[in-house]
């Protein structure tokens, strides 16, 4: 029964000292508590949008659009975040979302129907407007031009 009261008696204890290093932890850390102490990732609202054409500058319809994270070197990756749209009629596309405000965005498009080689670019993203973790808002354009795929030589 005693070893039972002085158990609960030091965990109170402890818990206690926890609490107070815990407080004044986080209240160092900004030099006085004037700013939240936050945990997170930086995130933001970023919108690309463009146009897609052949050779000839006619707009292409139903081309088909990737829009993923890039490093800094331009490779695409993080393909599990990637938004995937199509052209409309006049071979324009547009992709809105929230997410992580990685600086860089890959622009892939290709073609479905496979009359066109696929094409890609790199979108520098400059968000503005935002506090603490949000990073605000980013608005980019990427036009692309396709080339035809040659067609198969017979001999």
């Given at each position: 029964?005693?070893?039972?009261?002085?158990?609960?008696?030091?965990?109170?204890?402890?818990?206690?000292?926890?609490?107070?290093?815990?407080?004044?932890?986080?209240?160092?850390?900004?030099?006085?508590?004037?700013?939240?102490?936050?945990?997170?990732?930086?995130?933001?609202?970023?919108?690309?949008?463009?146009?897609?054409?052949?050779?000839?500058?006619?707009?292409?319809?139903?081309?088909?659009?990737?829009?993923?994270?890039?490093?800094?070197?331009?490779?695409?990756?993080?393909?599990?975040?990637?938004?995937?749209?199509?052209?409309?009629?006049?071979?324009?596309?547009?992709?809105?979302?929230?997410?992580?405000?990685?600086?860089?965005?890959?622009?892939?498009?290709?073609?479905?129907?496979?009359?066109?080689?696929?094409?890609?670019?790199?979108?520098?993203?400059?968000?503005k407007g935002g506090?603490?973790?949000?990073?605000?808002?980013?608005?980019?354009?990427?036009?692309?031009?396709?080339?035809?795929?040659?067609?198969?030589?017979?001999?």
């Amino acid at each position: 029964m005693i070893k039972q009261t002085i158990k609960k008696q030091f965990n109170l204890l402890l818990s206690a000292v926890l609490a107070l290093l815990g407080f004044s932890a986080c209240d160092s850390i900004t030099g006085g508590g004037d700013e939240p102490v936050m945990y997170g990732t930086p995130y933001g609202d970023y919108e690309i949008s463009g146009l897609v054409t052949d050779e000839a500058s006619t707009p292409l319809s139903n081309m088909r659009v990737i829009v993923s994270s890039a490093d800094s070197k331009g490779v695409g990756y993080r393909h599990y975040d990637a938004d995937t749209v199509y052209t409309d009629e006049q071979g324009h596309y547009m992709v809105k979302n929230e997410g992580h405000s990685f600086s860089n965005r890959q622009v892939y498009c290709e073609d479905p129907a496979g009359v066109y080689e696929a094409d890609s670019t790199v979108v520098k993203l400059d968000y503005k407007g935002g506090s603490g973790w949000y990073q605000g808002e980013a608005v980019a354009t990427a036009d692309l031009k396709l080339k035809k795929k040659a067609e198969p030589s017979e001999e």
